[in-house]
């Protein structure tokens, strides 16, 4: 076939109604026009644009599937053959389908299999693997399995041979397993042994001596799977074990890492951390299984900074590894501030004069010290109280070359050991104009109680209130409020910001009702801050309303006001971050106990996203008497729609702070096996989220888990909690 007949009809298909990627496939046929020009550049640019549009991100569409007959007789006029029969492949393998029918895509590349299957034989090896490949994704065993069998028995290319293993067990694993225990022999290649076990593993074959042997000697085994997959094999393979869930897979991969990590070469080593790195990720039991195998690699001359970097991950379990990292952060360099950034957590007596005596040049350290929060924002650090740091602190603060984070850093920890930090108010009082936000919350907690520091303090948080920077008035009014019980100034600010658009009056909004009773004169300038409705504003607006709305009510107990505001942020649809809006109004909508009653639509609407469902039963459960809680609204129904969030790894505080609400007897038998495998099971939950925070924030999710079940399976809980009362209105 040539190439104009392989395009023979191209005109009479109804392109202009088909969609892909980018609208109107209109431009489809003079894209395969370009691709089976004569021009090698412009083919290259036509195909590139085939990939963005009809292949999207792997994304397929109402065209790519009409698209699909003419790509496969292209391939099979010997144009571009293995370049076609890739795209082919990662048509047919893909499941992300938009505005076409499931698997029609797939079904269309099956159609074309008699092409497709006859370039198996061709002469050139990258186009025999490319078909093979082709056709593996095509779920069609009955056509393509026994021709791809045949082929096994004739082909004698090494990277074809791997490509077909792939294949047959993917058509159809029963029958492609005896094919794959074959090519296991110890005597084969190292690809074709290692494609090999990956196959079995697909094929849900046991693990034996054999696949672990081939595995470790293939070892550097980057690069020896298909060209046309995204795969690391030894990550693939412990991957693929962990995921199997069973105690002896599980050691089944913790065995294989632990003999690979053992492996001198530098290559061999760098790849089974990072498969480490992976299972750790994974798997709640392998930091602590894993780490005797990883802790030797901190003494070699020249440590690998991936065990460095995965250690910070699981900090909290490697205080073994306290006396290595304490030598590695004495060095110099980056190395070293992330091993002393570990230490911090792993071993934080260690850590404290480390950190004294180079904080210059430790910032990742002392952000760890910290942790790392918002600037502005006072935490209760674990970071111990040391003299000798202190100093250090009060010597950097003093010092103009101390910029960006920083001074916000410092004076976080200060804030974090509080009056222990005394001494340094004059450093703060100085650095003062430098860190508007942290600054006055870092004053207010270290100030003495009485005594000439505390009246230069107030002074300055009084000055730096009424005529600082505005972007720091606030902060300063609010911690000046704090520490004397001044609230001219405090509702000045809040007075000021009430005019605002975004995240300071949400901040405002928030200190409104520690105010009390003074908060009655800011009504009048709420009022008019919540008159416009909030459709269509930014999300800081839209978040700053429902905060603002919420302290309204809790001065006033106005409900007429505030739930409508409530209602139309939460059906707010600005994109897919006012989906958090929708959370933390629902969380907001609490406070009004039986007021928020009105919200019920809108509540039961957010019951449907395992985002918003705690969030939403928690104001249901807050607003509704018990009557109302029947059908969709039962307790136990709730109670299963709060687990899935908590499954989904998605506010998993308030999955278990409703389910306690929910109580005991909401739970099935069921219900409290699911949380029993949050507590325990060894399959991590959460799996998105800051890289190096990831596992924390399971094993908190986890510590959590175990908490909500002990007291819900705790002699004499309480069978049908009532919902939390509402906020009593200051009605000012």
Not at 427 to 434: F, G, I, Q, Y
Request: aromatic fraction near 2%; charge should be negative.
């Amino acid at each position: 076939m040539n190439r104009t007949l392989a395009l023979a009809g191209l005109d009479d298909r109804p392109w202009s109604e088909l969609d892909h990627a980018y609208g109107s496939a209109e431009d489809l046929p003079a894209l395969l026009r370009s691709l089976a020009g004569d021009d090698p550049d412009i083919a290259d640019g036509a195909l590139d644009e085939l990939y963005g549009s009809i292949l999207h991100q792997g994304t397929v569409y109402p065209a790519t599937a009409e698209a699909v007959p003419f790509l496969a007789r292209l391939a099979a006029a010997g144009h571009r053959s293995a370049d076609l029969l890739v795209l082919l492949g990662g048509i047919a393998e893909s499941t992300d389908e938009y505005g076409v029918a499931p698997g029609a895509c797939r079904a269309a590349v099956a159609g074309q299999l008699p092409s497709v299957l006859g370039l198996t034989g061709a002469g050139e090896a990258r186009v025999r693997q490319a078909a093979v490949w082709a056709a593996g994704h095509t779920a069609a065993p009955v056509e393509a399995w026994p021709v791809l069998r045949r082929r096994w028995e004739e082909e004698p290319d090494e990277v074809v041979r791997a490509e077909l293993v792939t294949a047959l067990v993917r058509l159809d694993p029963a029958r492609g397993a005896p094919t794959a225990l074959a090519a296991l022999a110890p005597d084969g290649p190292a690809r074709l042994r290692v494609t090999a076990v990956l196959a079995c593993l697909a094929a849900d074959l046991p693990w034996d001596t054999r696949q672990h042997d081939a595995v470790l000697a293939a070892l550097p085994a980057e690069g020896l799977v298909s060209a046309f997959e995204q795969c690391e094999p030894l990550h693939a393979v412990v991957g693929a074990l962990l995921r199997r869930g069973t105690a002896e897979d599980r050691e089944a991969a913790f065995v294989l890492l632990a003999d690979a990590l053992r492996v001198p070469a530098p290559d061999v080593r760098a790849e089974a951390v990072w498969a480490a790195d992976h299972a750790c990720m994974v798997s709640r039991s392998a930091p602590a299984r894993l780490l005797p195998a990883l802790l030797p690699l901190l003494d070699e001359p020249e440590p690998p900074h991936d065990v460095v970097t995965l250690l910070g991950k699981v900090a909290e379990q490697a205080g073994a590894a306290g006396t290595a990292l304490a030598r590695l952060a004495a060095g110099d360099g980056d190395l070293a501030d992330r091993a002393l950034a570990v230490l911090v957590t792993a071993a934080p007596g260690l850590a404290a004069p480390l950190l004294a005596e180079r904080l210059p040049e430790r910032p990742l350290a002392l952000a760890e010290a910290v942790g790392a929060r918002t600037p502005g924002t006072a935490v209760s650090a674990p970071f111990p109280y040391d003299a000798a740091l202190l100093d250090a602190v009060r010597r950097r603060l003093a010092d103009p070359g101390s910029k960006g984070n920083e001074p916000i850093h410092l004076a976080l920890l200060l804030a974090s050991w509080g009056q222990r930090a005394a001494s340094a108010v004059p450093e703060l009082l100085d650095a003062l104009p430098r860190i508007p936000l942290a600054g006055p919350t870092a004053l207010a907690a270290v100030c003495p109680p009485d005594g000439e520091p505390r009246t230069r303090t107030a002074e300055a948080l009084r000055a730096a209130a009424l005529h600082g920077p505005d972007g720091g008035r606030l902060s300063a009014a609010r911690a000046l409020h704090g520490l004397t019980g001044e609230s001219g100034p405090l509702l000045a600010a809040i007075r000021a910001e009430l005019t605002g658009e975004g995240r300071s009056l949400r901040e405002a909004a928030r200190f409104v009702t520690g105010l009390g009773e003074a908060a009655g004169e800011l009504v009048p300038a709420m009022r008019d801050a919540l008159r416009e409705r909030p459709e269509g504003r930014s999300i800081p607006r839209l978040d700053a309303l429902a905060e603002l709305a919420v302290a309204l009510w809790d001065i006033t107990g106005d409900a007429a006001t505030t739930v409508p505001v409530l209602d139309a942020v939460i059906r707010a649809d600005g994109g897919p971050w006012t989906r958090w809006t929708a959370l933390r109004t629902a969380r907001l909508a609490v406070r009004l106990g039986p007021a928020a009653r009105p919200l019920r639509p809108a509540l039961e609407d957010l019951l449907a996203t395992p985002l918003h469902a705690p969030a939403a039963v928690l104001a249901l459960l807050a607003a509704l008497p018990e009557e109302e809680l029947h059908g969709p609204l039962e307790r136990t129904a709730l109670a299963g729609q709060v687990l899935d969030a908590a499954e989904s790894g998605v506010d998993a505080a308030g999955a278990f702070e409703a389910l306690s609400t929910l109580g005991r007897a909401a739970l099935t038998g069921e219900h409290l096996h699911r949380v029993e495998r949050l507590a325990r099971g060894d399959r991590r939950v959460v799996t998105a989220g800051i890289e190096n925070r990831i596992i924390r924030a399971d094993e908190q999710l986890a510590a959590r888990a175990r908490e909500t079940l002990t007291a819900l399976t705790a002699e004499g809980a309480d069978a049908v909690p009532s919902g939390p009362p509402a906020r009593t209105p200051l009605r000012g």
